[in-house]
């Protein structure tokens, strides 16, 4: 006599419900999970952001002149030919946003603030005391105004211009030009 070979416990529409179940659960886990994360406040937007023609750095000069202290000397960055740059700070970072990017009281430059500081041009390490947690837009960020061509440098971890290939680094307090290698390709909102 043959015996049927009938799998005992689940079938499989009791199968496909239960592993539905636990999916659903699941998400609902991590997107309550992803909610709970705290995120630095007071929220809010900063314009004042300037490019410094010289060192090709970024650092906040709301008046548009003169501010910091710039890797390439002669007396400070240099924000008479930039746009108005603007950032956003103290939100969770999206999809499309890296955030941990600090203001450096010293230079006055934007630097990635979540590894050891970075070389700074008024001495030693950058000094983020007082700065907000600024967001800063990846590649495929969705700003009304994005401007390409903008790069961490691995040296000082500012955050520098240089738009193409041919186009040069701006110099590095660390010494010699910056460095880009590792960098994601980062866009600025210009224009507020």
Do not use: I
Not at 11 to 24: D, E, F, I, K, Y
């Amino acid at each position: 006599m043959t015996k049927s070979l009938r799998p005992v416990g689940l079938n499989r529409r009791q199968l496909l419900w239960s592993s539905a179940a636990v999916l659903g659960a699941s998400a609902v886990l991590l997107s309550s999970t992803a909610r709970a994360q705290p995120c630095d406040y007071p929220v809010g937007a900063q314009d004042g952001w300037r490019y410094c023609h010289r060192c090709k750095g970024l650092f906040y000069g709301p008046s548009g002149g003169r501010a910091g202290a710039c890797p390439a000397g002669l007396g400070g960055h240099d924000g008479s030919l930039s746009f108005n740059y603007g950032l956003g700070y103290g939100r969770c970072p999206g999809p499309y946003t890296q955030n941990n990017w600090r203001w450096c009281r010293k230079c006055q430059g934007l630097a990635y603030g979540a590894s050891p500081q970075g070389l700074c041009p008024a001495g030693n390490r950058h000094d983020h005391t007082g700065s907000f947690n600024y967001l800063v837009e990846t590649w495929y960020g969705g700003s009304d105004n994005p401007q390409s061509g903008w790069w961490w440098c691995q040296n000082c971890h500012g955050l520098h211009y240089r738009p193409t290939s041919d186009f040069p680094f701006g110099w590095c307090p660390a010494g010699g030009r910056h460095v880009a290698l590792g960098s994601f390709p980062y866009l600025m909102s210009w224009g507020a």
